[in-house]
């Protein structure tokens, strides 16, 4: 059992580096309302991972192009495949989500951001009302994916164990830290 999980934990890593090796490219999408086109390149990226966890290569780019209103209609029933295919015994997760409409969170990939609250990720109880960079979304993610409803079904899959950035960020703009 405890081979099978390193496994999948193994797999879940090489999906997520070759994501991260995936080619950018330039599209120009169209608003449906407007028409008109803008240019997108890369990952839209609103919550890190989503794209590379719940969409296949062949649809990354179309995905990446799509307008974030249209992510649901155009990407909500295989994302939903892929969430059950990795977890099959998912019932509902920590915030009380079903598998469908968790799907629809996670298919509108927008970092959503309060304006006149706490921004957090995920602090116990404020969920998805922005991001600090000390926040740690991959084990926020992996525990709405994994964690059933108390957090407490798959243990071992709700964390990544890595709990700070290799270096400090910084304390004025642009915050992040240099590369290495």
């Known amino acids: 059992m405890k081979r099978n999980l390193y496994t999948i934990i193994g797999l879940c890593a090489l ?3 070759l994501g991260a090796c995936h080619k950018d490219k330039q599209t120009t999408p169209s608003d449906p309302n407007t028409g008109e086109t803008f240019s997108v390149t890369g990952d839209q990226v609103g919550r890190p991972g989503i794209a590379t966890v719940f969409i296949a290569a062949a649809d990354k780019d179309n995905f990446n192009a799509t ?5 649901n209609a155009a990407y909500g029933a295989k994302i939903q495949t892929q969430l059950t295919a990795l977890n099959p015994g998912y019932t509902t997760n920590l915030l009380g989500l079903s598998a469908a409409q968790f799907t629809g969170v996670l298919a509108t990939d927008v970092l959503n951001v309060s304006t006149t609250g ?8 404020n969920v998805l009302t922005g991001r600090k ?4 979304v991959i084990d926020v993610s992996l525990i709405l994916i994994f964690g059933g409803p108390t957090n407490a079904a798959n ?3 709700t964390s990544d164990h890595v709990d700070a950035n290799d270096k400090a960020f910084l304390t004025a703009f642009p915050y992040e830290a240099a590369p290495w």
């Open 155 to 157: 243990p071992t899959l």
């Open 118 to 125: 706490t921004t957090t990720y995920y602090d116990g109880t």
């Open 133 to 136: 960079l000390t926040d740690d």
């Open 67 to 71: 307008i974030p209103s249209m992510m």
């Open 15 to 17: 999906t997520v580096m």
